[in-house]
């Protein structure tokens, strides 16, 4: 059911791939709150994802870019705002990968080849972003921009590897730009820490499966799905969220203030059980 939420808004959203994704879920709900968007990735993954469906479905264009080149992220803006017919009011940065975690490659062994490309992808991208943005003046006064950060940023997770310095990087771009962009054009900044989540590039992590496991024991009310994600971000994206800026806001069923569980030390006691 629509609230009109971000009726007459407009919007960008990076990342969106197939049916799994969060910024995929993000565009559905915007759509049906009312907004209007354009839809962005990189052109590898336009040939490997649905992107084309999801325009269809949602009435957007699709703009190839690589939010690593500024050139491009330029291309995006200026073409949104050609597109929509005027500045933007919200961006999504759901942009995130890594080479040594795809390789298996431990923190303690990484290619350093993968890990600059880890930190210009999934955090160095974020600041391109909002930086273009506001050479260009993209985005109106009072807008909102997210990006989907992890818990990996503040706690050690095993596997997680050279993904949690960019998450930590990530959120510290959004306090550091929202300070400024706040205090000149009043457009807030911020992160959203959301529960692991199976998305297309989530489902090819080692062990993520016993992850989620642990963290739905964990958490008093679940891990937060995609789409329960999506809800949460359009609130972020509309006027109820005005005065929230250089956040990050966990969204993970409370698991980011748990230390343990009774559904976790219950599985804990009957590991336990089974020892010789």
Known sequence: MSHHLLKGKKGIIFGALDEKSIAWKVAEKAHEEGAVFTLTNTPIALRFGTL????????????????????????????????????????????????????????????????HQTIDISAMSFHKMLQVAKKLDAINNWGSVLALSYIAA??????????????????????????IYGREKQIRVNTISQSPTITTAGSGVKGIDALLDFTERMSPLGNATAEECANFCIVLFSDLSRKITMQNLFHDGGFSSMGMSLKAMTQYNKCLDGDD
Not at 60 to 86: F, H, Q
Not at 95 to 114: G, H, P
Not at 154 to 179: C, H, P, V, W
């Open 52 to 115: 084309t469906e999801l325009a269809k479905k949602v009435n957007a264009e699709i703009i190839p870019a690589d939010a690593t080149k500024v050139d491009e992220l330029e291309t995006v803006m200026n073409r949104s705002m050609e597109i929509l017919g005027g500045k933007v009011d919200f961006v999504l940065h759901s942009i995130a990968m890594s080479m040594n975690v795809r390789k298996s490659r431990t923190y303690d062994d990484l290619d350093y080849n993968y890990y």
């Open 154 to 179: 503040q706690r050690t997770l095993y596997r997680y590897n050279d993904m949690a310095d960019a998450k930590a990087m990530l959120e510290s771009i959004a306090r550091s730009f929202g300070y």
